[in-house]
């Protein structure tokens, strides 16, 4: 008998609705649940809403509240409690710098090198949702 794996909730902040679209098709296409938010203000009205998602993606730079003002807010209300953070961005960051850390960013990785396929792959091992594939 196969085990059942709890369906894990993404949430996916990007400024740019063709970028939300390809990967909320990549990751539903995979069987997570997938919640999009158009920029800061959208997220944090989302996560005040009361979703509660197990990975946050973030791009960096979104207009009016980028992803380190949205995370000091977050943190501050306690919005996502456990979630594990991925910034997905042109910028180049470390994950081990102060700020990223004080934030609890778990990973930073490059908008401009990684696929979507390898990105759902990250956030899969992030999670520990499936066993990464053996090709």
């Known amino acids: 008998m196969e085990q059942e794996k ?32 158009f920029g800061g203000i959208d997220a944090v009205e989302k996560l005040r809403g009361g979703i509660i998602p197990d990975l946050i993606l973030f791009d960096i730079e979104t207009p009016i509240l980028n992803s380190f003002e949205v995370l000091k807010i977050m943190r501050n209300e306690k919005l996502i409690p456990n979630a594990k953070i ?36 990250e956030v899969r091992v992030m999670l520990d949702a499936v066993t990464p594939p053996t090709h």
């Open 86 to 121: 991925i910034v997905f961005s042109t910028i180049k960051r470390e994950a081990s710098d102060e700020e990223s850390r004080s934030l609890g960013i778990n990973k930073y990785l490059p908008k401009i090198t990684t696929t979507p396929s390898q990105l759902v792959q």
């Open 6 to 37: 709890s369906v894990k909730k993404i949430f996916i902040v990007d400024d740019n609705r063709l970028l939300l679209d390809m990967y909320l098709l990549a990751f539903e296409s995979q069987g997570f649940e997938v919640t999009p938010a």
